[in-house]
């Protein structure tokens, strides 16, 4: 027998708005830190031990999460190895800019030294 969706709805309100009113505010917000508490910081771990303990937790799931866990920390390390390659990259982009940079304000620089001096020779030649 199925009952009054309406009248089931209204009993639940009611059953709800009693259990708020007997909900003591006050008490709650006095029982609760200004703050929460610091988590400490995780163990310093190398990159093996980190791997190691990784794969510990994949072998401990069941069969079917634990294909997909392999799979995912593959995507993750195949993901980690190209921007590996990505920043090797730029940086073998970058060095050559970096020199390329220093030698054109040397340049600039002995080209602006040269135009001082000729200027001043220039000077010097007018008041002869």
């Known amino acids: 027998m199925e009952g009054n ?6 009993c639940l309100t009611a ?4 259990c708020l009113q007997r909900i003591d505010i006050a008490s ?3 029982a609760r830190p200004d703050e929460p508490a610091a988590l400490p910081p995780p163990p310093a771990r190398t990159r093996e031990e980190s791997m190691d303990l990784a794969l ?3 072998r401990a799931l069941p069969p079917e999460l634990r294909e997909e866990g392999f799979r995912l920390m593959h995507a993750i390390k195949a ?7 990505l920043k090797a ?3 073998a982009i970058n060095s050559p800019l970096d020199t390329i940079a ?9 080209i602006r030294q040269t135009i001082a001096a000729q200027a001043g020779r220039a000077g010097q030649g007018d008041r002869a």
């Not at 059953?15 to 009693?18: P, T, V």
């Open 5 to 10: 969706p309406r009248a089931d709805e209204s």
């Open 15 to 18: 059953a709800l708005s009693g």
């Open 28 to 30: 709650l917000s006095a």
């Open 56 to 58: 510990a937790h994949l």
């Open 79 to 85: 993901h980690s190895d190209a921007l590996k390659a």
């Open 89 to 91: 990259a730029t940086e």
């Open 102 to 110: 220093e030698i054109l304000e040397r340049e600039a620089t002995l």
